[in-house]
């Protein structure tokens, strides 16, 4: 007769659990922030929709609350210090609580190095690196007081730079060393914290990115917005016996 050892019986796999808890996304209004919103606020999340677009943020609640979905409008330019601060205190009266924390904000400027002005790349460092430093530095406290989750946005720019994207791509180079930095800092915490590089998707900015390159832009032939938010969504309730720390992701069919 044999006897099963512990490590030979099946597990049951513990999937967390989205539901009630709170969940910022910077850059909301629109693209693969968006998405994102959308997602958690469909797994019951409550969500802090984030960004300077306050039309567009509380046309998203609307939208949400027709769908009793949860969610609220808070709009901060991150590239303002006063605007980050004032977010935090925000999150600090209304309960006190962050349990997902998404950055998905930013600026990107294409020019060869030849004739790129130091002033956009002043502009996408506050808006890629120091905004997002600050708001997860001011919101370590109360994600730690939840073990709780950090998603960082990035780009296939912050694991290879391309012709004219030299300053968005240091951005996002320094970006993933931020996140991988604090990553070791804040595991022992229980806090997890992924970098995604998606390559291109259909957004606003994409289609803008195509107009400079004068070439057909095929939003079918691209990466949804959904995708991304699919793959956080699923990273984000992973059982806490494991942690996804980066996702690269490209579209199938290339049409650039």
Do not use: W
Not at 9 to 38: F, M, P, Y
Not at 65 to 92: F, G, K, N, P, Y
Not at 107 to 115: M, N, P, V, W, Y
């Amino acid at each position: 007769m044999t006897t099963e050892s512990p490590t030979d019986q099946k597990r049951e796999v513990v999937v967390q659990n989205l539901c009630d808890k709170v969940a910022v996304v910077t850059g909301a209004s629109s693209g693969i922030g968006k998405a994102i919103a959308i997602a958690l606020a469909g797994e019951g999340a409550q969500v802090c929709l984030v960004g300077r677009k306050l039309d567009a943020l509380e046309d998203l609640v609307k939208t949400a609350q027709q769908h009793s979905l949860r969610a609220r409008a808070c709009r901060a330019d991150l590239t303002r210090d006063e605007d980050i601060h004032a977010l935090v205190a925000d999150l600090e009266r209304n309960g006190g609580r962050v349990d997902v924390l998404v950055h998905c904000a930013g600026e990107i400027r294409h020019a060869e190095h030849a004739r790129a002005p130091l002033s956009d790349f002043d502009v996408q460092y506050r808006a890629n690196v120091r905004g997002p430093y600050l708001l997860t530095q001011s919101l370590l406290p109360l994600l730690r007081a939840g073990s709780g989750q950090v998603v960082f946005i990035n780009s296939s720019s912050g694991l290879r730079a391309r012709a004219r994207s030299g300053q968005f791509a240091a951005t996002q180079h320094a970006m993933k060393a931020v996140a991988d930095s604090l990553r070791e800092e804040v595991n022992a915490d229980g806090i997890r914290v992924l970098s995604v590089f998606p390559g291109r998707t259909a957004t606003p900015r994409t289609e803008q990115l195509f107009r400079e390159e004068r070439k057909a832009y095929r939003p079918e032939l691209l990466m949804q917005p959904e995708d991304v938010a699919a793959m956080v969504v699923h990273s984000l309730k992973m059982p806490r016996t494991c942690e996804i720390t980066e996702i690269s992701m490209r579209p199938l069919f290339k049409s650039y």
